[in-house]
């Protein structure tokens, strides 16, 4: 018996669940341990991954326009970091950074491999396969920004309007939810989708997240 979206989803996310444990980063944030620098240079990193993926997920949506069930859930994916990186700039602005800091900042493999091979997918990926990916790390993601986001504001004292970024990721979004699942019932009726290369994209992706948060923990 064919198996459904929730059930490909929902499995992929469970057998591709990250090690917590290795994220060195996130702890010591929560724990207050993290230098400010440290909190300075994740909102400079993410200024770079957030402008790439907005373009990798136009490109997506480019590359599924003939599916209407698919495209919509890139769309609203680059429209996301359109609202991202509006946030982003009061947390940088809270960590005592200016234009001409985010300007002369030079960023690390480590922080970007993330959003370069996101940007591989782009190009090369079925997009049915891409939504199955994102789907799983999105769900570590947004664990962690809510640990970020509780942690920046009892340890380091940062306001509301500098956690703003962590809120957007933070919260459960049932739309953004259901066009992912609409997206895979596409793929799937499509003949689109590939488990195998679906789960090794979500590795992948997860692993690259984990080196983010790890090049940061050694900054």
Same mark, same amino acid.
């Given at each position: !018996? ?12 469970r057998?591709?669940a ?16 993290a ?23 136009h490109?997506?949506?480019l ?7 698919t ?13 991202? #990186? ?6 940088i ?21 993330y ?6 997918l782009? #190009?090369?990926?079925e997009?049915?396969?891409v ?8 769900a570590?993601?947004?664990?962690? /920004?809510a640990? !970020?986001?509780?942690?920046l ?9 500098? /956690?703003?970024f ?9 739309k953004a939810?259901?066009? /992912? #699942? ?10 689109r989708?590939?488990e195998? #290369? ?8 997860q ?7 790890n ?5």
């Amino acid at each position: !018996m064919a198996r459904t979206a929730e059930e490909i989803v929902a499995g992929a996310v469970r057998e591709l669940a990250p090690d917590t444990a290795a994220n060195r980063f996130v702890p010591q944030v929560a724990e207050g341990k993290a230098p400010r620098e440290a909190i300075a240079a994740f909102a400079l990193e993410q200024h770079h991954i957030i402008t790439s993926d907005r373009r990798s997920f136009h490109q997506l949506a480019l590359r599924a326009a003939a599916e209407p069930s698919t495209s919509p859930f890139f769309d609203a994916l680059a429209q996301g970091e359109t609202v991202a #990186l509006e946030r982003l700039g009061s947390l940088i602005a809270a960590c005592g950074l200016d234009d001409a800091a985010v300007r002369a900042y030079e960023p690390r493999a480590g922080c970007q491999a993330y959003p370069a091979y996101a940007a591989w997918l782009a #190009l090369h990926a079925e997009p049915a396969d891409v939504v199955i990916a994102l789907a799983v790390n999105f769900a570590a993601w947004g664990d962690y /920004c809510a640990t !970020m986001r509780e942690a920046l504001r009892e340890q380091y004292g940062f306001g509301a309007e500098a /956690c703003g970024f962590f809120d957007f990721f933070a919260e459960p979004d049932p739309k953004a939810a259901e066009q /992912c #699942l609409s997206a895979v019932r596409a793929g799937l009726d499509a003949g689109r989708v590939t488990e195998r #290369l679906a789960h090794r994209y979500g590795r992948l992706l997860q692993e690259y997240e984990l080196m983010f948060w790890n090049t940061l923990a050694g900054a």
